[in-house]
């Protein structure tokens, strides 16, 4: 029943920004991480950073701290990532998933979500 949708996926210049949305329905329970991970051609799906409800705990892969960063609107039930500094290498299909009851030691771990977007792409070159 639950069902994610991303957009905000496009063309932009290395160095520029990017923000993505998640937004979710058919939720039922508030116990719940909210994840982005990405996939480039010929490459495995890689996790980006998540977001733990109802608590709002974030969580991100070592190589996107500090660029990529989380937020969320509960009015909306929507989670956003913001995506800085750009570049060639971040380009990827980025899909939104959901894990139900997440622990820190599942949080990253790509078979525990079981609710999946069909993804935005995001490419970056000039």
């Known amino acids: 029943q639950v069902q994610l949708a991303e957009s905000g996926g496009g063309l932009v210049q290395p160095g520029g920004s990017l923000k993505l949305s998640c937004a979710a329905s058919?939720?039922?329970?508030?116990?719940?991480?909210m994840g982005w991970f990405r996939q480039a051609p010929g490459q495995e799906r890689e996790f980006v950073a998540a977001?733990?409800?109802?608590?709002?705990?974030?969580y991100y892969a070592d190589s996107f701290k500090g660029r990529f960063t989380l937020s969320r609107d509960s009015a909306k039930n929507t989670v956003y990532l913001q995506m800085n500094n750009l570049k060639p290498e971040d380009t990827a299909v980025y899909y939104c998933a959901r894990q139900p009851n997440p622990i820190s030691s599942t949080i990253s771990n790509r078979d525990r979500y079981t609710n999946w977007g069909r993804g935005t792409q995001v490419t970056v070159s000039s």
């Open positions: 977001m733990r409800r109802p608590n709002g705990a974030t």
């Open positions: 058919g939720l039922t329970s508030n116990s719940y991480a």
